[in-house]
């Protein structure tokens, strides 16, 4: 632990995070539907159509329901912004909202735009996800943040997610 000094004069010792592995997630992609330049950069959108989840925390399928609303900035940085859910192999409803980051030098985001299988240690592909669901089986996942590394497939995009605890 690393002590901190409180604004009051005393240390305190604040808690590291540690990470758990939760699950991994296959997320299938339906083709991208381009909307063009916006505000931000170019905007797009990746409807979501299934996939699975498998883990210590969380199985089950991927619903065809969500998309990923991406933004393109001009210097090939994707800010990823998915809705969707997961339906457990008992029967919870399980959404999740996955946000982050995937940049890399300009010819390997190239090879990923031509739906190359590229190395997922060649670039940058980071999110930060939230878990909600009204079933108490599942109700820790409502209290938790997760942090997820990815790699983006031709028509998928795999994604582990690891509980912040």
């Known amino acids: ?6 604004e009051y004069g005393g240390e305190m010792a604040l808690p590291e ?10 997320v299938e992609l339906s083709p991208i539907i381009e909307m063009g330049e916006g505000r931000g950069g ?12 498998r883990g210590p925390g969380l199985t089950g399928k991927i619903l065809n329901i969500g998309a990923d609303w991406q933004t393109i900035y001009r210097d090939g940085m994707a800010e990823l912004d998915a809705r969707y859910a997961v339906e ?7 959404g999740i909202r996955n946000f ?4 890399g030098p300009e010819e390997v985001i190239a090879r990923l735009a031509a739906g ?22 599942y109700e820790r996942v ?17 994604i582990s997610l690891y509980a912040i605890l």
Do not use: W
């Open 142 to 158: 409502n209290r938790m943040l997760f942090a997820g590394t990815g790699a983006r497939r031709k028509s998928a995009v795999e």
């Open 116 to 137: 190359e299988d590229v190395e997922p240690g060649a670039y940058y592909m980071r999110t930060q996800a939230r878990l909600e669901t009204g079933d108490k089986r």
């Open 42 to 53: 170019k905007r797009r959108i990746i409807p979501i159509i299934g996939g699975r989840a």
């Open 17 to 26: 995070p540690r990470l758990e592995h939760f699950c991994d997630l296959t």
């Open 88 to 94: 457990s192999d008992d029967g919870a409803i399980i």
């Open 100 to 103: 982050g980051y995937r940049h």
């Open 1 to 6: 632990m690393k002590p901190a000094k409180s």
